[in-house]
């Protein structure tokens, strides 16, 4: 069984930055989501277990930066230039056997899922 457990979450004015962390062990594929109320839960950004293969929504491409550090078993989302939109309830997952690059990008696809961390940006 494995735990991801995020952090980093916050209340930030738009234009603002904020950094999530998940910290996970294993050689797993990581990505994040979110949910906005009354939204379903969508893709966000995904990166492979050695770091080598990065994907991102459109909606947030150029402004987030996903990134893992394997020594800490931690997965990084940076977020740069928030807009009140982004604001959702952002979520961790992972799976050791995402390998295609549509699968990256759907959350039925992940097995492993984090508690959840808020994100609120104002405008």
């Known amino acids: 069984q494995v735990q991801l457990v995020e952090s980093g979450g916050g209340l930030v004015q738009a234009g603002g930055s904020l950094r999530l962390s998940c910290a996970a062990s294993g050689r797993y594929a990581m990505g994040w989501f979110r949910q906005a109320p009354g939204k379903e839960r969508e893709f966000v950004s995904s990166?492979?277990?050695?770091?080598?293969?990065?994907y991102y929504a459109d909606s947030v491409k150029g402004r987030f930066t996903i990134s893992r550090d394997n020594a800490k078993n931690t997965v990084y989302l940076q977020m740069n230039s928030l807009k009140p939109e982004d604001t959702a309830v952002y979520y961790c997952?992972?799976?050791?056997?995402?390998?295609?690059?549509?699968?990256?990008?759907?959350?039925?696809?992940?097995?492993?899922w984090g508690q959840g961390t808020q994100v609120t940006v104002s405008s």
């Open positions: 997952a992972a799976d050791s056997s995402i390998s295609s690059r549509r699968d990256f990008s759907m959350f039925r696809a992940y097995q492993y």
């Open positions: 990166i492979s277990w050695d770091g080598g293969s990065t």
